[in-house]
């Protein structure tokens, strides 16, 4: 009988693993709640108009339609039952393993504040980033028809909380946004004025990077007119004002860049978790009590020289060649590959236009060279020519013109019920992956410590029911339930 190996997830470590397991003597299915894979990694540049949601994204059956050997299903799990070997869905029949791959990564943490989440939207999916663009966009049309200056003003003030990389970057680019692309065309307003807050808990921004380049990145930053706002944890927001220590700031747009947690994989494989969620797995990515079952990613908890691989695109994809690598030794009756270990090529942000930082180790590059080094790093891993290409002529023409492409508001929004991301039980690994220089630092309470990092899950969420609001008037966002599906 062919050997049945089941991936949850279509992520950087669940692709990855599939596509090494070419002319492996098995059968695969990948299991996936979206029909796409996202390159997460650049999920910020569509939530602030400069990429189509269409350019960082390819649906799964395109990349694997030259695999006859994998099935792709496109099914929410439910579950896992580890003694009949069985991957439970939500519809659909139990799929069967012999091998089980879970890759089914990390989702939004609002740290007991679940109902934030509706006022304060994270950035995990396609979702999320044309939600995040609409509101971005129709702030400024509100602000065009405020008749009241104070009303005006908070709706050109915008609170990203979370000073890693996915705050940084969104700051950067909602600074050129404002500042450089829009003035022009507003009559009543001066997009200039904007007031856009970097709202961290921690000491500085990018804390993974070493402290000259944190230091250079908040200098870049405030030159760009982001106020950068340090050692000050958010307290409450709302639809209406975001409250940073004993101050309430008049605001109609947040964006949550500042936590994640784990999937449920941990709860449906009854196997111990860290303080995040993630699968606590041996140097083999297995569980330590069932060697059959790999847990990849974001998912996973694997130790290397006492401190835990982070939570990058590149320590997916490692992992994902690893555990391809691992199941092709068994399935040939080889030894096993020696324990994963995790290669570290470096950390990279963006800041804006013109300015970035590199940390290769013992080489720190900032400024206009690590940023043309930093989009050729992103180009490369995007998948086919042709998105490639479309990716850098965007970027050359919004580098030439000053004008980004993707800015049509085209659908009414949908917002998650509050503490709908926690309640989520079913996610499989999204189509986006863990982010390419999105480290998790350990901080669990972002109203005494400063809140882990977004920006490196890779994984899919809950489906929840929508439900529309005037796009007019978000106080009414408040009392609306429902929501699109979440990326976890």
């Not at 049309?141 to 890693?164: K, Q, V, Y």
Request: with cysteine.
């Amino acid at each position: 009988m062919t050997h049945r190996v089941v991936v949850l997830g279509a992520g950087f470590a669940g692709l990855q693993l599939v596509q090494d397991l070419r002319g492996a003597d098995c059968r695969i299915t990948l299991i996936d709640q979206r029909n796409h894979h996202l390159f997460q990694p650049l999920l910020y540049q569509v939530a602030t108009t400069l990429l189509a949601t269409s350019e960082i994204a390819w649906p799964i059956r395109r990349v694997l339609r030259r695999r006859p050997d994998v099935t792709t299903l496109l099914a929410r799990v439910t579950g896992i039952d580890r003694q009949a070997r069985l991957v439970l869905l939500e519809d659909g029949a139990p799929v069967p393993f012999d091998t089980l791959v879970v890759a089914t990564g990390a989702r939004h943490a609002y740290f007991g504040h679940d109902a934030w989440e509706a006022d304060a939207p994270g950035l995990k999916t396609l979702e999320d980033a044309t939600t995040i663009r609409r509101r971005l966009l129709l702030a400024f049309e509100r602000a065009e028809l405020a008749e009241d200056p104070a009303e005006r003003d908070a709706n050109l003030t915008f609170a990203i909380i979370g000073g890693g990389p996915t705050g940084v970057e969104l700051a950067g680019i909602l600074a050129d946004l404002a500042h450089r692309v829009l003035p022009r065309e507003f009559r009543r307003i001066d997009t200039r004025t904007a007031r856009i807050m970097l709202i961290e808990a921690g000491p500085r921004i990018l804390p993974v990077f070493p402290p000259a380049l944190s230091d250079y990145a908040a200098a870049a930053l405030q030159r760009r007119g982001v106020q950068v706002l340090t050692g000050q944890p958010v307290t409450d927001l709302s639809a209406r004002h975001v409250s940073i220590g004993d101050q309430a700031v008049p605001c109609r747009t947040v964006i949550w860049a500042a936590g994640v947690q784990a999937s449920p994989a941990a709860a449906w494989l009854a196997a111990t978790a860290d303080r995040a969620g993630r699968v606590i797995v041996g140097p083999d990515l297995t569980l330590p009590d069932d060697p059959a079952i790999l847990v990849l990613g974001d998912t996973a908890h694997v130790d290397q020289d006492g401190a835990p691989v982070p939570a990058l695109a590149p320590a997916a994809k490692q992992q994902g060649r690893y555990g391809a690598a691992l199941i092709r030794a068994r399935l040939a009756g080889q030894p096993a590959p020696g324990p994963f270990r995790y290669r570290h090529g470096g950390n990279l942000a963006t800041i804006g236009r013109n300015a970035a930082v590199i940390d290769f180790g013992r080489i720190r590059l900032t400024g206009r060279l690590a940023w043309w080094i930093w989009g050729i790093a992103h180009i490369y891993f995007l998948i086919g020519v042709r998105s490639r290409l479309a990716v850098a002529i965007n970027w050359l023409w919004s580098f030439l013109s000053r004008q980004n492409s993707a800015r049509l508001i085209t659908q009414r929004e949908t917002l998650r019920p509050p503490g709908g991301n926690a309640g989520a039980a079913a996610g499989v690994d999204g189509p986006g992956g863990t982010a390419m220089t999105r480290e998790t630092p350990k901080h669990p309470n972002p109203a005494t410590d400063p809140p882990r990092r977004n920006g490196q899950g890779e994984h899919e969420g809950v489906p929840h029911s929508p439900e529309e609001f005037d796009v007019m008037n978000p106080a009414k966002a408040d009392k609306t339930p429902g929501g699109p599906q979440e990326n976890q």
